[in-house]
């Protein structure tokens, strides 16, 4: 996936992806974020998530990692932070290349959901959407949105949290790196006795 | 009988109250549920069973020479419910480490021990209750943060001699999709999926009237996902005095 570089509006680290979508739809940004892991041991060594938006709204996102694409991609993103992000502005017309491939593009308020776990983000963005990014479907009474798809309507493209469940390699450095957290704080608090 | 249970998630927003109490509530059905607010600085407890107005809460049972943990104790809705304060001084002023003290008492006359525990693994006082107890409740949202917390929660159990007696998916909102991720999520957690529960307008009703799910929409299909829940919970049978012992000589050290 190729953008031009655009104008660095922000750059820092961030423990939480949630703090780079409230930023982008408070700014209506049009543009792209990167996400670059601080802890390169879960992605990689050159590991680094593309989310672009317009006005605020997440609508690609991409690993140059993995290199996949669409929600598959947020899972690869979805490591352990802190991130040190880079925000960019963009001409509209800089990103319509990307934004026409349908199987780069995620639901407007899928990245609030699956990398910040905010439900209330995730409305304020499908309120932001345009009607043409909302596919609406009748769930329980609450209204969702679907996956964009091509014409041939393929949904059943596996969401970000079953691709992040199906990366065993990278849910054991999880587990393995939680373990030795645990360990070497068992040590610092004295918990090593008890049974 | 006695077995204590940490209901944990290490990430915020899970609904980890909501489901301790409604799980209290269904298991008390069965056994004698003591359920104890463990998040002692952030505790919510009360205002989720109607105690906001109470005088005694486990933060004055905790402070050096504190108040009898009886008087911390409150009966609602068919459960005992201890409660945490939530004023900054009074958990200031409470030592965590005369939790287990707290746990061993309650140990001795009940069977079923819920500790709801902090949204966090940063601290000890944090990490205490999953240290503490048996087995613990892992409390998931079907997003990537919150299996990814869950799956801390569960190796810093393990690590501490903690068992995973399941988990338990809340706020779900695509009845096809969990379908597909709880299995792939049971893979990696030592425990079955106890339940998936809807999110629900009806849960949020319940905690803004100040009352448990189970009392407040008790035919909701919330209320009955965790119904199943506790039925498929297999509550060991423990020594209470054993337990009591354990908890007791729990080494928690003196520093923060």
Redesign the interface.
């Known amino acids: 996936m190729k953008l031009p570089e655009g104008r660095l509006l922000r750059s820092r680290v961030v423990s939480d992806p949630r703090t780079v979508l409230v930023d982008a739809l408070d700014r209506e940004l049009t543009g792209y974020a990167v996400f670059e892991p601080q802890d390169a041991l879960l992605l990689g060594a050159d590991g680094r998530g593309v989310v672009t938006f317009r006005a605020g709204v997440p609508v690609v996102a991409y690993h140059t990692g993995s290199e996949r694409a669409g929600p598959p991609a947020?899972?690869d993103l979805?490591a352990?932070g802190p991130y040190r992000l880079r925000l960019f502005a963009l001409a509209p017309a800089d990103l319509t290349a990307v934004h026409d491939e349908d199987e780069f593009r995620v639901p407007p308020g899928m990245p609030a959901?699956?990398?910040?776990?905010?439900?209330a983000l995730a409305e304020r963005t499908r309120e932001a959407a345009p009607a043409e990014r909302l596919a609406v479907v009748s769930?329980?009474g609450?209204e969702?949105a679907e996956p964009v798809v091509g014409e041939d309507g393929d949904d059943r493209q596996p969401?970000?949290?079953?691709a992040?469940?199906?990366d065993?390699e990278k849910?054991e450095a999880?587990?393995e790196q939680?373990?030795d957290?645990?360990?070497q704080?068992?040590d610092e608090?004295?918990?090593?006795?008890?049974? | 009988m006695v077995e204590a249970f940490a209901v944990a998630s290490g990430?915020g927003?899970t609904g980890k109250t909501t489901s301790t109490l409604a799980l209290g509530m269904a298991l008390a059905e069965e056994y004698d549920v003591t359920v104890v607010d463990a998040d002692m600085g952030m505790a919510n407890l009360l205002f989720h069973a109607g105690l906001a107005d109470v005088e005694t809460t486990l933060h004055d049972v905790l402070v050096e020479g504190g108040a009898p943990v009886d008087d911390a104790v409150y009966e609602r809705h068919g459960l005992r419910v201890v409660p945490c304060g939530t004023n900054l001084a009074d958990f200031e002023a409470a030592d965590p480490r005369r939790l287990r003290d707290v746990v061993a008492a309650l140990a001795a006359d009940t069977d079923v021990i819920l500790l709801d525990s902090a949204a966090t693994?940063s601290s000890?006082a944090a990490?205490l209750p999953v240290?503490?107890a048996d087995r613990v409740v892992v409390v998931l949202?079907?997003?990537?943060?919150?299996?990814?917390d869950g799956?801390?929660v569960?190796?810093?159990a393990?690590?501490?001699?903690t068992d995973t007696a399941g988990i338990l998916f809340n706020?779900v909102?695509?009845?096809d999709?969990i379908e597909?991720?709880a299995p792939?999520?049971e893979?990696?957690f030592e425990g079955p999926t106890l339940t998936t529960v809807?999110?629900s307008e009806r849960v949020r009703a319940a905690r803004r009237n100040g009352r448990p799910l189970l009392a407040h929409a008790p035919e909701s299909d919330a209320a009955r996902a965790y119904r199943e829940a506790a039925a498929s919970l297999t509550v060991r049978d423990g020594d209470s005095e054993a337990v009591a012992d354990?908890f007791r000589s729990?080494?928690?050290?003196e520093s923060p």
């Open positions: 947020l899972a979805a352990e959901e699956r990398l910040a776990g905010d439900q769930n329980g609450a969702h969401g970000a949290v079953e992040f469940l199906d065993a849910i999880i587990r939680a373990r957290e645990a360990q704080r068992a608090w004295g918990f090593d006795d008890v049974g | 990430k927003g693994l000890r990490v240290v503490l949202e079907p997003t990537i943060p919150a299996l990814s799956l801390k569960q190796e810093y393990s690590s501490y001699g706020k909102r695509d009845a999709a597909r991720i792939k999520a893979r990696y809807p999110a354990r729990a080494v928690v050290p």
